[in-house]
Every structure is written in structure tokens, then in C-alpha cells.
Nanobody
Framework: QVHLVESGGGEVRAGGSLRLSCATS????????MGWYRQAPGNQRDLVAT???????NYADFVKGRFRIWRNNAYNTVYLQMNNLKPEDTAVYYC??????????WGQGTQVTVTG
């Protein structure tokens, strides 16, 4: 069974930064892609950023220039650096993995709260 474990959420003032981490029990290259989604109360779950096993990245327009996704293969961990955070970035952030088949996996979520 695949496990995705997020960490790094918390509360920060507007303009601040946070770094999220997602550690997987599997080798990163066993997935087609990994990334991050977020969901604010009453809203749908939205894509934030993804990275494929071949390093292709995709960012939502609302985070371009502020967030960066990267990975550490040695630790099978994906990171999301979030800079210049805004109150509208407040949400539960979920780590996501897409297998090379039809399966999708989700972490338990980590809360990010931006005050300001």
C-alpha cells in the first residue's frame, strides 16, 4: 500500500513563507507524477503544482512565481516551497501521486493558514 505523508503546514502572516514536504513509501520513479492540491472550506480541490518523473512541472496560475515544486530522489520526497503567501492561499494542502496506471493516491492533508 502506498503511503504519502505530508508535513510543514502551519500558520504564517501574509507575505511569509512555508515549505511543505511529502514523503512516499515508494520509489519516486514508480509514479508518473507527484504534486500538490489544495482545498479551502466550501471549495473544490484544486491543483497547485505537479512534477512528473521526467521533471516536467505544472503550476496553477494563482501560484506561478510564488510557489516551487521539486523533489529529492534519495528520500523519495516532494517539496512545495511557498513564498509571498496570501490569505487566499489558506487551505488544506494534499500531496498527490499518480501511478503509471490508473491509480491515484492522496496524503492526509496539512493545514496552511495565512493571516493578514
Amino acid at each position: 500500500q502506498v503511503h504519502l505523508v505530508e508535513s510543514g503546514g502551519g500558520e504564517v502572516r501574509a507575505g511569509g513563507s512555508l515549505r511543505l514536504s511529502c514523503a512516499t513509501s515508494e520509489n519516486y520513479f514508480s509514479f508518473y507524477a507527484m504534486g500538490w492540491y489544495r482545498q479551502a472550506p466550501g471549495n473544490q480541490r484544486d491543483l497547485v503544482a505537479t512534477m512528473t518523473a521526467t521533471d516536467q512541472t505544472n503550476y496553477a496560475d494563482f501560484v506561478k512565481g510564488r510557489f516551487r515544486i521539486w523533489r529529492n530522489n534519495a528520500y523519495n520526497t516532494v517539496y512545495l516551497q511557498m513564498n509571498n503567501l496570501k490569505p487566499e492561499d489558506t487551505a488544506v494542502y494534499y500531496c498527490y501521486a499518480q501511478s503509471r496506471g490508473p491509480d491515484e493516491y492522496w496524503g492526509q492533508g496539512t493545514q496552511v493558514t495565512v493571516t493578514g
